[in-house]
């Protein structure tokens, strides 16, 4: 399984972005998909998943400001961030899992994508 992220880029305090994320390969072993950030000099924190059945989880730091969705025909998950703030900056990376539950067994990583938000 491959997935390439894509959307990052430089955007004011108060704007929105809207990263995807393409997955290709065997996909069809993927139950989850979701989204991790790396702030500078922290580790990586969980954002958000989506499972194939459409149920969401999200992180408490973004939950009502971020929205997560996936297009199957595409393979593509999305990942709607409004209302940013310079706390969302960091890396962003789409992962995907094999598994229902948990936070730190996600299978497959992308490269990831940079988000900078100024102040």
């Given amino acids: ?3 390439v992220e894509s959307g990052g880029g ?3 305090a108060g704007g929105s972005l809207r990263l995807s994320c393409a997955a290709s390969g065997r996909t069809s072993s993927i139950y989850r998909m979701g989204w991790y950030r790396q702030a500078p000099g922290k580790e990586r924190a969980f954002v958000a998943y989506i499972t194939s059945d459409d149920r969401t989880r999200y992180g408490d730091s973004v939950k009502g400001r971020f929205t997560i969705s996936r297009d199957n025909a595409k393979n593509t998950v ?4 409004n209302s940013l703030i310079p706390e969302d900056t960091g890396v962003y990376y789409c992962a995907g899992a094999i598994t229902s539950w948990g936070l730190t067994n996600f299978d497959y990583w992308g490269q990831g994508t940079l988000v900078t938000v100024s102040s």
């Fill in 1 to 3: 399984v491959q997935l």
């Fill in 78 to 81: 999305y990942l709607q961030m």
């Fill in 10 to 12: 430089l955007v004011q």
